[in-house]
Structures are given as structure tokens and as C-alpha cells.
């Protein structure tokens, strides 16, 4: 049979080279998708397909493996990578995609010849047949690290981590992610934007963060009303709690120590109509391009710095910030369901040495704020180890700081166990989508059940004092009318 009369081949030899590129040569998934010359000559639609299924086999792809430890007589040979990452992609059409399977297991067999494998096509036959006919046997037989498709040293953290909801963080990062847009306030409104969704076409519904919009189905970004015109961004939900916790305020000098790609810088400047002087920092030149990208789209100037955040001689002015931003490079393991390549690579030691580089941030950056300033550090990460693990060795060690008890953002209501929760009788949050702990003073973004809709976020205010003795109540800093500030009633214990 030739590749011409199997449709769907070569979308999945392309998607077998993308996740080959994850697995055996530790390419991101974007940058393995970017550098895939096999799409360039297939329909845009037959190229968002190979995009689907390398992202369905990457998040499945742990299963996958314990699957074919029971599908195979013996382990593949290592360099058979390629076969490995085609029958992936195979099995994640026959278990997750709504598509007969006889036409899943017959493309998946030709894309075998379309990749060399012709001497292959045999297994992968046989192999995803059996997978048909004793599918409930087999995953009934997987542990349930396979099961929940996570490696075991990370589901081993989760437990230890969150021993209660570990269960339910995995089962929401299995989930496709959806697409969120932030609204920029200072120049329309959330009604008016849906107004020009619903005329284009597109269905969209109001997120319980002001300013926030979900998109029912992923589009590009060029064919989102107002994006080019910077009256929306792509942001995800939990990100967008960053900058009204900060507060910002017109006149402010504010650093944005980690910006790229700019999602966060932008909104700092919309929060204060652009009268702030920002100061945009990235280690890296390349990804600071796209922050230049996003300010030109939105009409906002700022500072821009290719360099070392840590290195504060090569780029520090002298002049202090009242807002310091530090969202810290970490193991992303609370965005795994954007970017599952996560799962594959990254590795139980990589934790320490980001623990080591945020701590060595906030050591570099704390310096540089104002009496009286704010400091937020934040992640992406849902590990202890580089979340209160770090602000706690960080506060122990430097003196005149603390932990500022930040009010929930005003954008969300307040749950009665103190945490902070998505509408009345949602079906969309199983539990508080946010959980404030005042004893501990931490605002902690936790992933939901398997209708998770925000991706996981660690966020923690800290401010300065000057007092040797008895300190002074923190202020803790969040959006009030007309951009003032107002005192926390919770004081931190002396």
C-alpha cells in the first residue's frame, strides 16, 4: 500500500520525528515542532493534526512505555527511538483520539515504511492490535505511576508534597490546556471584547480573574480580535494574579527581573496606564526580542536588559525599585499540561540547582528595593523545594524581611476556609482554586480536579522592615480604588 492511498501517514511519521526529537535528543516540544521540516509541505489543517498527536503521545508517552514493556516480547533496541516514538504515537490514537481504530493502526503501519521501518511494520501491527483487542487488561496491569503517564520520582515528590491532592495534579496536567486572554482594561472591557468574539464567530466566556477571557477552542494568535491591536494577550489565568498583587501605582519604578516573553511586563505597564518606569530584565537576548515584540503590539515603552539578573554590577543603575518582580526560572512542573515534554525532561537533581539559582536571585535582587517597597517572587513550579522552601531559607538568613500576609486579589472571592474560590456552585473547580493560609502567609495556586481550567502557580509578597526591635504590622499590598494601598488587619508576629 502506498503512502498516497493511506491518509494520515505522513501526518504521523511527521509527529514520530517530533517526539524522537523530545525523547532521544532532549529537544523542547516547541522547538522540536519549530524545527520540523516534514510539515512544510502538508495542509495547514494535516500540520495541526501533527501538532495534536505529538503532543498526545509526549503526555501519554510514560503509559506508553509501560505498555509496550507488556506488548513486546523483548525491549526494543536503544537506538530504535523512532520506532519507539511512532508506536507512541499509534497507541495514543487508539486510546485517546475519537477516530476508528482500524484507521489509526493502518496509517500508524504505512508511517513505519514512510520512516524506514519498513522491516518494522509487522510489530507495529501486531503490537497495536493486541493493544485493541486486550486494551481494559493491559492498563488494568499498570502501576500507577503509569497509569497517571508521570515518572515515578515525580509523582514521588507530588506525594510528598501534596499527599492529599497529588492524584488529582496529575490527572489535570493529562488534560489539553485551554486557552486564556488577558483583557487590557486600560483601553477595553472584558463585555466589549466578547461582543467582538461573538460577531467573529468565536465562542468565549468571562474567567473569575478580572480581565480574563477563555477561549472554548485554541486558534493562532493572528486571528484573535485585538491582538494585534494589544486590546488582548494570551496569558494563562494564574499568571494574571501577578500584577494587581503587586499593585502598582503611577510614578513607580518597577523591575521585571526574569520578563521574557513579556506577558507580565505588559500587564504591569496596563495596570498603571504606562506610567511607571519599568525596567525589563532577561538573561537571555533572543527571548527578550519577544518582549520588545509584545510592548510594541500594546503601544508601551520600557527599559530593556539582556543580562544576568543575579549579576547586579553589569546592569544596576544605583537607583532603587518600589517593585521587584522575580518570576524565578523553575522545573515548571506546575504548566506540564502546556508543555508535557516536562515529564521527559527534566530529572530528580534538576530541582536543587533551581532551588540554588532562585535563592541566589532573591539574594542578588532584594538589595535593590526601596523602603517601603514590595517584592514578589513567584513560579510555575508546584514543589515545596522550590517554593516555601526557598523563601524560607531566604528569609532566615536575611535579616529586615518578612512575609508580607497578601489579601487575595479582590478579582476573586474569598472561599470561607480562607482560600479563594471560583463561583458559587461551579462545576469547574472541584476545590478553592487558590488557598490563602494566613499562618503561613503563602498564596499558593493549587491544580484542580480533572476539570482544571488554571495552571499552577506559587506566588509570595515580601517587604522590608527597619526596625531592630519590635517590628511594625506589614502592609500588605493589593488593588484598592484610585491605586491606594490599605493595611492588612493580620500582623506578623514579632
Not at 494587581?244 to 510614578?251: D, F, H, N, R, T
Request: include cysteine.
Amino acid at each position: 500500500m502506498s503512502a498516497r492511498s493511506t491518509p494520515g501517514a505522513a501526518t504521523r511519521a511527521a509527529a514520530a520525528r517530533v517526539v524522537e526529537q523530545v525523547i532521544a535528543a532532549g529537544r523542547t516540544l516547541d522547538a522540536a515542532l519549530e524545527g520540523s521540516s516534514d510539515t512544510d509541505s502538508l495542509h495547514p489543517g494535516d500540520r495541526a493534526q501533527v501538532r495534536a498527536l505529538a503532543y498526545g503521545a509526549l503526555r501519554w508517552h510514560h503509559r506508553h512505555r509501560a505498555l509496550l514493556a507488556q506488548l513486546l516480547d523483548r525491549p526494543l533496541p536503544r537506538r530504535e527511538t523512532l520506532l519507539e516514538a511512532l508506536l507512541s504515537v499509534g497507541m495514543f490514537q487508539l486510546l485517546d483520539e475519537s477516530q476508528p481504530d482500524y484507521a489509526a493502526v493502518s496509517a500508524t503501519v504505512e508511517a513505519a515504511r514512510l520512516l524506514g521501518r519498513r522491516h518494522a511494520a509487522g510489530l507495529v501491527n501486531a503490537s497495536l492490535r493486541r493493544l485493541q483487542r486486550e486494551q481494559a487488561t493491559l492498563l488494568g496491569a499498570l502501576s500507577l505511576d503509569a497509569a497517571v503517564s508521570h515518572p515515578q520520582w515525580m509523582t514521588g515528590k507530588l506525594a510528598a508534597d501534596w499527599p492529599v491532592e497529588w492524584r488529582d495534579v496529575c490527572a489535570a496536567a493529562q488534560l489539553p490546556p485551554p486557552l486564556w486572554l488577558r483583557v487590557n482594561l486600560a483601553r477595553t472591557s472584558v463585555a466589549d471584547m466578547l461582543r467582538r468574539f461573538e460577531s467573529a464567530g468565536m465562542a468565549a466566556m468571562a474567567g473569575d480573574i478580572g480581565g480574563s477571557i477563555r477561549l472554548a477552542n485554541a486558534v493562532a494568535v493572528e486571528a484573535i480580535p485585538g491582538f494585534a491591536e494589544g486590546l488582548v494577550s494570551v496569558q494563562d489565568a494564574a499568571s494574571q494574579l501577578a500584577a494587581p498583587l503587586l499593585a502598582v501605582a503611577s510614578g513607580m519604578r518597577v523591575l521585571d527581573a526574569c520578563a521574557a516573553p513579556g506577558g507580565k511586563t505588559m500587564h504591569l505597564l496596563e495596570c498603571a496606564q504606562g506610567d511607571i518606569d519599568l525596567v525589563a530584565l532577561d538573561i537571555d537576548a533572543t527571548r527578550l526580542a519577544r518582549v520588545a515584540s509584545n510592548l510594541a503590539r500594546g503601544g508601551y515603552r520600557a527599559r530593556l536588559l539582556a543580562a544576568d539578573a543575579r549579576d547586579t554590577a553589569s546592569w544596576w543603575d544605583s537607583r532603587r525599585f518600589d517593585r521587584i518582580l522575580i518570576d524565578a526560572p523553575c522545573s515548571g512542573t506546575g504548566v506540564i499540561r502546556r508543555h508535557p515534554d516536562i515529564k521527559l525532561l527534566r530529572r530528580p537533581t534538576d530541582m536543587a540547582g533551581f532551588a540554588i539559582r532562585q535563592l541566589e536571585l532573591l539574594g542578588a535582587l532584594w538589595p535593590l528595593l526601596a523602603p517601603g517597597g514590595c517584592l514578589l517572587y513567584a513560579t510555575c513550579s508546584i514543589l515545596r523545594e522550590e517554593n516555601d522552601g526557598v523563601v524560607s531559607r531566604f528569609v532566615a538568613r536575611t535579616p529586615g524581611v518578612r512575609l508580607a500576609p497578601a489579601a487575595p486579589p479582590p478579582v476573586l472571592r474569598p472561599s470561607a476556609r480562607g482560600g479563594v474560590a471560583g463561583p458559587a456552585g461551579s462545576s469547574r473547580y472541584g476545590r478553592p482554586l487558590l488557598c490563602f493560609n494566613n499562618t503561613r502567609t503563602s498564596l499558593n495556586s493549587l491544580p484542580n480536579n480533572n476539570r482544571a481550567e488554571v495552571r499552577s502557580s506559587y506566588a509570595r509578597l515580601l517587604q522590608p522592615y527597619f526596625r531592630p526591635c519590635r517590628p511594625q504590622p506589614t502592609v500588605a499590598l493589593h488593588p484598592t480604588g484610585g491605586g491606594r494601598q490599605r493595611r492588612c488587619p493580620h500582623r506578623q508576629p514579632a
